[in-house]
């Protein structure tokens, strides 16, 4: 409001210097032929005068009934604006703030997943090598009984070698001789012979 009162009154204070110039130099344009600035007649004074104060009234008339509503336009409008641009700097902080807060969780998000993560590959390398050292224990006992039956049945192979040995012997030297020898003397020279040759 202040901007277009002062506008106003700046026109007013123009249009007062023009008229009293136009008064100084009216007999002048006069003399050279503009009888309408002849202020030495009643009828251009009137025309003046009544012009001023008609001017006049419409500056009290704009200044007090237009011009009010106008600048409240004006006044409601920066208002506006200047709340419109609060708003928008509220929302941009709060978004600022969205932003960060959601970089944040996403860091949070990615530390927690790794350590999981971790986590359970110290799990399953744990629960690997325990269960390899099962299977090793178990691969051991294996070995250890199919070691066991295996001497055992070398054991009994050999024990029946022995007996064939000894038949065998027994049968061949009574063939050959026509005498049947003795089976305690031959069953100790098979054993004899199958310890000099490590074979038991």
Known sequence: MGVITKTVRAGL???VCG???LAVSAPGAYATGMPQLDFANPLVTGQVMWGAIIFFVFY????KAMLPGVARVLHDR?????GD?????SAKQDADKAVAELQQARKDAMA???AHLQ???DEEHRAAEQQM???NARLASEIADAEKNVAAEKARALSALKEIAADTTQALVQRLTGVAPDAQLVAQSVESASAHRSII
């Open 13 to 15: 204070l123009a249009t």
């Open 19 to 21: 008229v009293s110039l």
């Open 60 to 63: 009290l008339v704009l200044s």
């Open 78 to 82: 920066s208002q506006r604006i200047t």
């Open 85 to 89: 641009l609060e708003v928008a700097r």
């Open 112 to 114: 927690e997943a790794q």
């Open 119 to 121: 986590k359970v590959l």
């Open 133 to 135: 050292q099962e299977i």
